[in-house]
């Protein structure tokens, strides 16, 4: 066990050297970046050239209206800085002000170098160090991921368990129906109804709409702390765990039904077994490894891409919009740092996965594998 253990631990190193290479890649022939966006701020004008600065230099691209083609060298960039109003001093001092002064693959290994001792920069949008950024978005990120998550699989569980014992009757065709209908829902829309429903939409005004804590929160008691804390948080995860429950529902009902159909469980009944000692003593643990499974993909996007819009709707700042922003407004060091603890927190988290698997089922054996 602990060989295959340090054999993961090992092999996330080439893997995230990867995604990161692949992001990398993809960022240096994107159109725009920090030095046109600071150019496009300067000037108070929109940017009609496309900067792209890789580790062969300056490539400067005209946009509509300024002649058409490429521009290359320093003839032509100087053209261009000129007519933004820029002098060749100050955007040199720009290029390297940001770091582009250097060849890519020089960049690359140097971020690398950083991220490994977990040293994010700072970020170009406020020049705020990048962890205190993602440290400050953590507090919603983590509410809503960790209780949507706790949430989706408490439902989840027991009514896919129910619905594989009881395939086939009324319940299970209805409950089926609903499920299918709150997948059909997306849950930004979802989360409208909820504010329209009881959040001072058409009817009720019983929630509130921003915020994870309510004004004046440092005087309130324990107690009503963590009260107002759920109170904040019931909507958006109501609207986050519609879907999850949904999936995991069907995932749990089929995963049971494969494996009530086996030979072992026809066994376990000739031999007199009770059908709860049969579904729970040996059915749930062989059909809970399709839910660990999925437990760390799902994990990481109620952090990131499934929180984006509901964050956006109840007005709660957290690391999926910090992320959005960052694109927007090519914030690099914000965006490969996000990227990087993501890929980190998925690798371990598939770890973690791959050792529950053997608490669940001893016969799995990991010093087999080569990975």
Known sequence: MTAYIV??????IPTLIGIMLVNFGVVQFAPGGPVEQAIAEREGTAVSA??????????????????GGA???DDTRSRYR????????????????????????VRFFQMLGDYARFDFGESIQNGRPVF????DKMDVSISLGLWMTILAYAIAIPLGIRKAVKDGTRFDTVSSTIIIVGYAIPGFLFAILLIILFAGGTFFNIFPLRGLLSTGWQQFPWYRLVLDYFWHLTLPIIAMAVGAFATSSLLIKNSFLDEIKKQYVTTARAKGLSERRILYGHVFRNAMLLVVASFPAAFVSAFFTGSLLIETIFSLDGLGLLGFESVLNRDYP?????????SLAGLVLALISDLTYMWIDPRI???????
């Open 71 to 73: 521009m290359t060298g």
């Open 132 to 135: 205190a950024v993602i440290w």
């Open 50 to 67: 496309r900067v792209r600065i890789s580790g062969g230099g300056v490539e400067v691209v005209q946009g509509p209206g300024e002649g």
């Open 365 to 371: 054996d990991f010093e087999a594998r080569r990975v």
């Open 334 to 342: 914000v965006i490969f740092a996000t990227l990087w603890v993501f």
């Open 82 to 105: 000129g007519a933004q109003g820029l002098s060749q001093a100050q955007y040199d001092r720009l290029v390297e002000q940001y770091g582009f002064d250097k060849p890519a693959h």
């Open 7 to 12: 054999r993961r631990l090992l092999f996330m």
